[in-house]
């Protein structure tokens, strides 16, 4: 049966609104926008009307559009609003008021989420393995817990995309870690230092919001790193295809695991959305130390869903194409508005 044409109405950042084309720009300029890019021209290619709009600092233009072209949904694509990533669950708390579809998480999960000292309190009620940490919010005395023991990871509460981590982000004493707390908060903000767990980066995609579906246990490898170098995932790692080629850094299907271990894995991926109520699509990140444990180090609601990125490669590794994944994340957008109507409907 062939899937309706929608309205798709794309919220991006002003500076990540697409060309038509890529003929013309540099690999670095793509890179830059290359999720917007893959989103809107695959969902014009699926048969949708797509319109892009670039939101920053107000609001009104998202009501503006919406009443105008009135669109089916909203594609979500804003990590931030007034250049603050904690706002970003302001938007989708605006989307919901204005009673239009929109894609991915809602505010009740960015909110849980986007705290990682939030999100790990709550999961570690829930029993999930949590490396131990401390939070140092700007303004306050540097002062390690006991209970805290080196080597420890420095980063922000907040801020997401590995944003502020590198190497030099791993410390081995108070010196260090009385530096790096400095560095933090003057560059970004608040501070959360964890237990430095040793072993294997891997990531568990969630679809879904009432019935979850977990795609396959994805790792970050690193062939060639540095002598004395941490394998984690840094802000180059992450974001710098000549540092991510230079240093072998690539990602693919988890190694060696035995299929019940990936199960354990993937189910605990879903409990964890379950727990930080992660709706739409989202990201678990772990550690899998040499013991076999999958330590939860971060959840990452509407997490980057460029085509080549790990979230849908995980997905096309599924047998989930790159057109299909973002048809079901916009059913998944339309299932849940139709979802809060009749809850709705059913307590007027």
């Not at 892009?52 to 009501?63: A, C, D, F, K, S």
Request: aromatic share 8%; hydrophobic share 40%; glycine share 6%.
């Amino acid at each position: 049966m062939r899937k309706k044409r929608l309205r798709v109405l794309v919220l991006t950042d002003p500076d990540l609104v697409p060309p038509d084309s890529l003929k013309g720009y540099t690999p670095e300029e793509i890179f830059t926008w290359k999720t917007e890019f893959d989103v809107v021209s695959t969902l014009r290619r699926s048969g949708h009307e797509v319109k892009t709009l670039g939101v920053q600092n107000e609001l009104t233009p998202i009501r503006d559009e919406i009443d105008s072209w009135k669109p089916d949904i909203v594609f979500n694509l804003l990590e931030e609003f007034h250049g603050l990533v904690a706002y970003d669950q302001n938007v989708a708390s605006y989307l919901e008021l204005l009673k239009v579809p929109y894609t991915g998480c809602g505010p009740r999960g960015l909110v849980l989420a986007r705290g990682k000292d939030l999100s790990k309190k709550i999961l570690t009620y829930h029993r999930v393995p949590v490396p131990a940490f401390a939070v140092f919010p700007v303004g306050r005395k540097v002062q390690r817990p006991k209970r805290l023991t080196f080597p420890l990871i420095v980063k922000s509460v907040e801020a997401d995309a590995s944003l502020g981590i590198s190497q030099a982000s791993v410390v081995n004493n108070d010196e260090e870690l009385q530096k790096r707390v400095t560095f933090i908060h003057n560059t970004i903000g608040n501070v959360i230092a964890e237990q430095y767990v040793p072993g294997r980066e891997i990531y568990v995609g969630v679809l879904g919001s009432e019935r979850r579906r977990a795609l396959p246990v994805w790792e970050l490898e690193f062939t060639k790193l540095a002598a004395g170098a941490i394998p984690i995932a840094t802000e180059r790692a992450k974001h710098n295809p000549k540092y991510q080629k230079r240093r072998g850094i690539q990602s693919g299907p988890a190694k060696d695991l035995t299929p019940e271990f990936a199960k354990k894995i993937q189910n605990l991926a879903k409990r964890i959305c379950r727990s930080l109520e992660l709706d739409g699509y989202a990201r678990i990140d772990f550690r899998l130390d040499d013991s076999g444990v999958p330590y939860f180090l971060e959840a990452n609601p509407n997490p980057e869903i460029a085509k080549s990125e790990e979230f849908a490669e995980a997905a096309k590794h599924a047998g989930l194409s790159y057109s299909a994944l973002l048809n079901r994340i916009l059913e998944l957008g339309l299932q849940r508005a139709r979802r809060v109507h009749q809850e709705q409907e059913g307590t007027a």
